[in-house]
């Protein structure tokens, strides 16, 4: 009708504005608009009308060109051609499809290669919005390929908005959502960067500990918390300065960069209690308590007792904790020669009695012999 007409010339003067160089593609496509929404008007049932609408659709120069047009119509076209096929009623409808070249074949042909152009534009294209992408995932979700593209242009999309301000809960949906991706990667480290400042500065551990509890996945932010952690443990160790506070501070903090220090600490203390001991009870406890160097010269100073102070509690104690010791032969010996000093029977016997694994039997027993 003219009414159509005319609306038609008002939108292509609206869409194309005019340039002299471009007129004549114009014109050509403004011709093909009319005649296509003319006969689309006329039967929108008609299955090759409606393929040749979606190829309007597609074709590359054309400055209305759309995918989401193309793939509106070519679905109805499948859908309404299944139709003909499945109904005898058709079967005319059909015969003249067949005489036009529009076969089962052609059809799927011509949805696979929208598909594909369409997964290429979608890759190009520089822009792509939100609600863009919720529509081209309705028209083409069927498509794999074209899902895949459109994930992956969401997620990319979804990560600029997330660190747009740097909002932590926004980076961390995201850090959950795409979690393994190198994005996500990126993103963790933007969280811990946001709270970077906050956790360095507080010795509050109930704070620290609920952002760590918040963002439970962001590894960057839990290494973070750990070692602020540590920073504040090593503080309150150092205003203790006992043994035990460091030795509770290594177990709980064995990565901390103070482990070196702490245990450098735990030594001068051990070093200072050492030479504070003078029984042979607290010498061996105090062997007993560590496994550092500091057992050498403790060791040194209770065989010291022994062989130079003659203190037999040494001996007894030394005789009863350190069967292993490389000096253990040497104790016995110079304790049993206190007991066979002067051939006495008594000592002897005693000896024998608390001591039954003496290593040389033979020389004791000749010895109480002789007494």
């Known amino acids: 009708t003219i009414s159509m007409r005319n609306s038609l010339f008002l939108f292509f003067a609206l869409v194309f504005p005019m340039c002299a160089t471009a007129q004549t593609d114009k014109d050509t496509f403004m011709l093909q608009y009319e005649t296509l929404y003319k006969a689309y008007y006329e039967s929108p049932g008609d299955v090759s009308n409606l393929l040749n609408l979606s190829e309007f659709y597609l074709t590359e120069n054309n400055p209305l060109r759309n995918f989401l047009l193309a793939k509106k119509y070519m679905q ?85 908005l997330a660190i747009q301000n740097r909002n932590a809960d926004s980076c961390y949906r995201f850090l959950t959502q795409y979690a393994g991706t190198n994005l996500s990667n990126n993103i963790d480290t933007v969280i811990s960067a946001v709270f970077q400042d906050t956790i360095e500065a507080s010795s509050d551990l109930n704070f620290i500990n609920d952002i760590a509890s918040r963002y439970s996945e962001c590894v960057s932010l839990q290494r973070m918390v750990q070692k602020r952690r540590g920073e504040i443990a090593y503080t309150k160790a150092c205003e203790l300065n006992t043994i035990e506070a460091y030795q509770q501070f290594l177990t709980a903090h064995s990565g901390s ?46 065989l010291n007792k022994i062989f130079q102070d003659h203190d037999v509690r040494a001996i007894e104690l030394y005789l009863d904790n350190f069967k292993m010791d490389s000096a253990y032969t040497d104790v016995f010996n110079f304790y049993y020669e206190w007991h066979s000093a002067e051939g006495n029977m008594d000592p002897l016997v005693s000896f024998n009695t608390r001591y039954p694994q003496f290593p040389f039997r033979t020389v004791l027993e000749s010895d109480l012999q002789r007494a």
């Open 257 to 302: 960069d103070h482990y070196m220090e702490v245990l450098q600490r735990m030594d001068d203390l051990m070093a200072e209690q050492l030479s504070h001991l003078r029984s042979a009870q607290d010498i061996v406890t105090f062997i007993q308590a560590n496994n550092s160097p500091l057992v050498i010269p403790a060791r040194k100073r209770l």
């Open 76 to 160: 109805v076209a499948e859908e309404r051609y299944l139709t003909i096929i499945d109904d005898d009623k058709y079967y005319r409808d059909l015969s003249k499809l067949m005489k036009r070249g529009v076969t089962f074949d052609s059809v799927r042909a011509m949805s696979l290669r929208l598909n594909q152009l369409a997964n290429v534009h979608l890759k190009q294209v520089p822009t792509l919005g939100m609600e863009e992408i919720e529509h081209y995932l309705q028209a083409f979700g069927s498509d794999e390929q074209i899902r895949e593209t459109l994930y992956l242009r969401r997620m990319h999309l979804e990560y600029a």
